[in-house]
């Protein structure tokens, strides 16, 4: 009798801790559900907990330990006569019955991770989750996780009166890269106090040292680069059409400090001067046209039958591009009709480099099959017969400067070549000219420079300097701990497009070009001298990148055997470097996926710019200087804004890796050329 009094007793517990359990988890998801889904109706709440109950265990497990409580209750209620044939029975059902409370009471906690995980969703993921069917085909092992991953993915089934519904997609990359810069901007914004003053300002050519009038009182409220350039062209006399652009620069202690907005932020609140002291500025004028962001691919030309290793715009015109590639042909491309117009056969392999000459009227190849061969880009016909001497195949070419020829009967031009030699060409007898042997290994770049100074860089880990009359060594430079893999030098834009300006204005497709020889030599020296110029004096630098993952800018002129900085960051071999046009900047590309931006005075670290997933094999800036375009292995090309360093435009359609990248001196179109054997034109 006592024992079955106390089964009676277990029973009716378990059924009352039952109907509690169930009670408590149903009131408390309703309480959370309510509270984190304001703004929803009751049938949408309705059809939220149909499928919660529906879809999760945890029901089911209340429902029976309740059924069997009753079953128990039940038996306990017809009295002592089935006390001793009952006992056992009773007992099994009071035991399962309170395992399966204990179990639906400690899988509570799963239900409050359900409330939790709703409230730490977005808004519009929340009331996504309202509109879920009541289906009542659903299993029992559709657990709370996969529902989950329906929802972070978007997969919200709607079954009520269609099969399916599309949700508003969620914002792309560029959106939200869009409103995070905007936010930011808007953070940004920081009036200046009023009760500054009046600061004194003196201008000072960077090219020449030479002031601009006298120092001028400028409120501090509107001392800010657009106003600066404003008073500058006004000193000038410049009228309203003949206004010009100026960088600002405040040199102290050996650094260049640009003025990015205007004084204040970067001169007075910093604290490097007070509006007592007359600061003194250095201004740059930039480049009259701005290059627009290239945006869309205008032809995708097939053709070459291996991948495509290196392209080249005319130096004149954005009209004609140049390519190399493993099929061993070179060809000519109208980039403007998007059509093939000659294939220049001959090389027995790989065709590495393609180059054109300053004047536009001759294209050197350099190949695999040790060889050098000259075309004639208006017929695409080989000009006499290939240059042979190289050993090994050839790595880099480069002309001689427009400005430094002393007859137009001797064109010359500079080959390296894996057999540790650079070879200095007659292009117009075909002859060698000078050998310049000192490396002791494979001689990576060449750079002819417009100083007459040959730059060589070399898998030895050293670059030396030579002579391009004599054909002796200057100085050999050695820091780096590892392969140099690229040279380039501050005055490449102007030395490969010699007397080819681009025009100020936007409507015309050609180039101011001099009629006369005369004319052409001299504005060929002009413009490179303008270039190179700084403080009044000719200053050339180069820059070199190597495997140890440095990178070094250097100055002959300034320090004759050590560099000027040491720029180091990349985490991986960098495998191209390049100034910018106008000399302020230096981009290098390496195989950790990212590119950086220097500082090209003091090579101080500016920018990261981050966004490919693979290589990156080669860059190149636009002629204005503000924007740089760069090819991976991740088969993108991307052009980004170098002033902030952030991504202006992605640019996909290649089909595979991207090797070569080229800006078209005009500033018009970019071409690129890859794995996928298609060269891609990109405009905007």
């Given amino acids: 009798m006592r024992s079955f009094r106390l089964s009676s007793f277990l029973a009716l517990v378990a059924f009352l801790l039952a109907l509690a359990g169930q009670v408590l988890i149903t009131l408390a998801v309703h309480w959370g559900l309510g509270r984190h889904m304001e703004g929803l109706n009751h049938e949408e709440i309705r059809m939220t907990m149909t499928y919660i109950w529906q879809a999760q265990p945890i029901q089911l497990l209340a429902n029976t330990a309740g059924k069997v409580s009753i079953a128990a209750l039940l038996v306990t209620l017809h009295g002592p006569k089935f006390a001793k044939s009952k006992t056992i029975f009773i007992w099994t059902l009071a035991a399962i019955s309170t395992i399966f409370v204990i179990i639906a009471i400690s899988r509570k906690s799963s239900k409050h ?400 070009i001099p009629t006369t020889d005369a004319e052409k030599l001299a504005k060929a020296k002009s413009r490179f001298e303008k270039a190179a110029t700084t403080d009044g004096r000719i200053v050339e630098r180069f820059v070199t990148a190597s495997d140890d993952l440095t990178i070094y800018l250097w100055s002959p002129t300034e320090s004759p055997s050590k560099p000027l900085a040491r720029l180091h960051g990349h985490a991986k071999p960098v495998s191209h470097v390049t100034f910018s046009p106008s000399g302020q900047y230096i981009a290098s590309a390496s195989f950790d996926n990212h590119i950086k931006i220097w500082s090209a005075r003091d090579g101080a670290f500016i920018h990261t710019l981050r966004g490919h997933v693979g290589a990156v094999y080669m860059t190149c800036f636009s002629p204005d200087s503000r924007l740089l375009v760069s090819c991976s292995r991740d088969t993108t090309v991307k052009v980004w804004e170098v002033g902030r360093g952030v991504l202006r435009e992605d640019l996909v359609g290649h089909r595979d890796e991207v090797f070569a990248v080229d800006w078209s001196p005009d500033g018009r179109g970019v071409g690129s050329g890859g794995k996928d054997r298609a060269v891609r034109v990109w405009r905007h």
Avoid at 221 to 235: C, G, Q
Avoid at 425 to 452: A, E, N, P, Y
Avoid at 477 to 499: D, G, I, K, M, P
């Fill in 113 to 512: 991770d359900l409330v939790v995980r709703l409230s730490n969703l977005p808004s519009s993921q929340s009331k996504a989750y309202a509109t879920i069917s009541n289906n009542n085909n659903r299993t029992h092992s559709d657990s709370t996780e996969n529902f989950f991953k329906n929802i972070n993915s978007g997969q919200i089934i709607k079954t009520t009166e269609v099969n399916m519904a599309t949700l508003i997609p969620p914002p792309s990359k560029r959106q939200r890269v869009a409103v995070a810069e905007k936010a930011r901007e808007q953070q940004d914004i920081d009036t200046i106090p009023g009760h500054l003053g009046s600061v004194r300002v003196h201008f000072f050519d960077q090219s020449t040292g030479k002031p601009t009038g006298a120092p001028v009182a400028i409120p501090v409220a509107d001392a800010t680069v657009k106003n600066l350039e404003l008073l500058l062209n006004t000193l000038q006399g410049n009228d309203a059409t003949e206004r010009v652009p100026y960088r600002f620069t405040f040199a102290a202690d050996g650094k260049h400090l640009d003025i990015a907005n205007d004084i204040y932020r970067t001169l007075l609140r910093p604290g490097l001067k007070t509006t007592e002291d007359t600061i003194t500025l250095q201004y740059t004028p930039q480049a009259i046209f701005r290059v627009r962001a290239v945006s869309r691919c205008s032809a995708a030309i097939p053709g070459h039958g291996e991948a495509i290793l290196a392209t080249s715009f005319a130096s004149s015109s954005s009209s004609r591009l140049a390519t190399g590639s493993g099929d061993s042909t070179a060809r000519i491309f109208d980039t403007d009709t998007g059509t093939p117009l000659h294939t220049l056969k001959g090389h027995t392999s790989w065709v590495l480099v393609a180059s054109w000459s300053p004047d536009d009227t001759t294209i050197a190849t350099g190949s695999m099959d040790n060889t050098v061969r000259l075309w004639d880009p208006k017929t695409g016909q080989c000009l006499g017969q290939p240059l042979t001497g190289h050993t090994k195949w050839v790595n880099s070419l480069a002309w001689e400067p427009y400005h430094l020829r002393k007859e137009k009967t001797s064109i010359r031009l500079a080959s390296s070549s894996k057999d540790a030699t650079v070879r200095i060409w007659d292009t117009v007898s075909k002859r060698i000219d000078l050998v310049l042997s000192g490396h002791k290994s494979s001689v990576s770049c060449v750079r002819w420079g417009g100083t007459g100074t040959i730059y060589t860089a070399s898998h030895d880990k050293t670059i030396k300097l030579w002579d391009s009359t004599k054909g002796t060594l200057i100085s050999t430079l050695s820091a780096h701990a590892h392969w140099v893999n690229h040279l380039a030098l501050s005055t490449e834009l102007v030395l490969r497009t010699a007397y080819h300006d681009p025009t100020p204005s936007t409507t015309t497709t050609t180039t101011i």
